[in-house]
Each structure stands twice: as structure tokens, then as C-alpha cells.
């Protein structure tokens, strides 16, 4: 894979130039909601385990100028990689706690402008078209490495599940996640429903996290 055009300015003003007059503000609103969750799971985890805190959460489609889609791909993926190697350091492995730390966990309404969402007569790609569209020049950016850890991190949806649910004692959750194992990686063809998936298995953990929270009395309405 070539990395002879890698770009780290061009790459996510070209994904905030294309979002902000081609695609629905549905869509866009979507992309901003799963940066919050997959940012509050992996938050979550790091704080009732050793680890770090990800504080990637945009409230604006300029707040993606930032690099944020690349560095949300390759927190998942980072992550993992750090967290077990401390668990393997320290010789300890994920058990079920009886106190939890979820103040991390939105339980209401995310801290996302909604209303700044362009709604022009141009904006008409649905999310997953979006994705199939972005996904080339994606790559084109990237390095070769960054993109392949990017794309595989859409396989890590099952392993931070199983994090989860060993750290709660409650592993309903995993049976629900449906995008393979991250040990046989797919291809990086049709990518808008591979992340389609991905986006589905975090709004699902994300919920259940909720919900755990409810349960346990600490809810605190961010609304």
C-alpha cells in the first residue's frame, strides 16, 4: 500500500468539506452521536480498569477538522493493544467488580449541535453511501498501517463487549455483536455496512451500559 500521498491536513478537511454539503444532517448527526459512544465504552472500561481516559467528543462537524475520525479508529484499536498489555504486566485479568465508575455514561441527550447540521438543497447521501464514497480517499490519505488498523478496529466491537460484560458479570450483550472476529480480518470492501454494523454494536453496548447505570442508582441526566 502505498504512501505516497499521506496527508494528515488534507484528509479530514476533505471528510468535513463532503459532510457538510453532500450529506442528510441525519446522517451527519449520527456520525457525531457514535464518536460520544464509542468514546464513553472505551471510557468506561479505562475507568474501572487500568488504563486512559479518550476524550474524542465533537459537538460540530467543524470539531472533525481535528483528525477525529482517524484518531476514534485508532483509539479502539490502541486501546486494546495498551490495555492488555498492562493487564499482562501487572499479572491480572478482567473480573467482576462490585463498585463501578459510570460517570462516563451519558444517560440522556449527547452534547451534540444539532441545529448547526447543514440542511441545504445538496445534502442528500445517506450515511452507509457516504461511507462507500469517503472510503478510498480514506485510504489514499492514510498510511498504509494507520488505515489497516483503522479498518480492522471495526472487528473490535466483540472484544470490548466481552470486556464489558466480564467487568458487569453479564454477558447477554455479546451474542448481539455480528462483525466477525478481529483475529481473521475481513476485507476493506464494502465498508459502509461493515461500519453500519459497527455503529450498531456500540448504540446496542452503549445502551445496555444505560441501562446498567439505571439500575445501579448512580444516573446522572446530562440532559
Not at 457525531?32 to 476524550?55: D, K, M, W
Not at 485510504?139 to 494507520?146: A, P
Request: aromatic share 10%.
Amino acid at each position: 500500500m502505498s504512501n505516497r500521498f499521506t496527508s494528515s491536513r488534507v484528509l479530514p478537511r476533505t471528510s468535513y468539506w463532503g459532510l457538510k454539503w453532500f450529506v442528510r444532517p441525519e446522517a451527519n448527526y449520527l456520525i457525531l452521536r457514535h464518536f460520544h459512544i464509542g468514546s464513553e465504552i472505551l471510557q468506561f472500561v479505562a475507568a474501572n480498569l487500568p488504563g486512559v481516559q479518550i476524550p474524542l467528543l465533537p459537538r460540530t462537524l467543524e470539531d472533525l477538522i481535528d483528525n477525529v475520525f482517524l484518531q476514534h479508529d485508532l483509539n479502539v484499536f490502541n486501546f486494546i493493544i495498551r490495555l492488555n498489555q498492562e493487564l499482562r504486566d501487572q499479572g491480572v485479568e478482567i473480573q467482576p467488580r462490585t463498585q463501578f465508575d459510570s460517570d462516563g455514561v451519558t444517560a440522556g441527550p449527547f452534547d451534540i449541535d444539532g441545529a448547526s447540521l447543514p440542511r441545504g438543497r445538496l445534502n442528500f447521501l445517506d450515511l452507509e453511501t457516504a461511507i462507500e464514497i469517503y472510503t478510498p480517499l480514506y485510504q489514499l490519505f492514510l498510511t498504509g498501517n494507520d488505515f489497516l488498523r483503522a479498518s480492522n478496529s471495526l472487528q473490535l466491537d466483540e472484544t470490548l463487549a466481552i470486556y464489558c460484560a466480564r467487568l458487569i458479570g453479564d454477558s447477554s450483550y455479546v451474542g448481539l455483536v455480528n462483525n466477525k472476529h478481529p483475529l481473521m480480518p475481513l476485507s476493506t470492501l464494502q465498508a459502509g455496512y461493515r461500519l453500519m454494523l459497527h455503529g450498531l454494536a456500540a448504540e446496542s453496548l452503549h445502551a445496555h451500559l444505560v441501562r446498567f447505570k439505571r439500575s445501579e442508582g448512580s444516573w446522572l441526566s446530562r440532559a
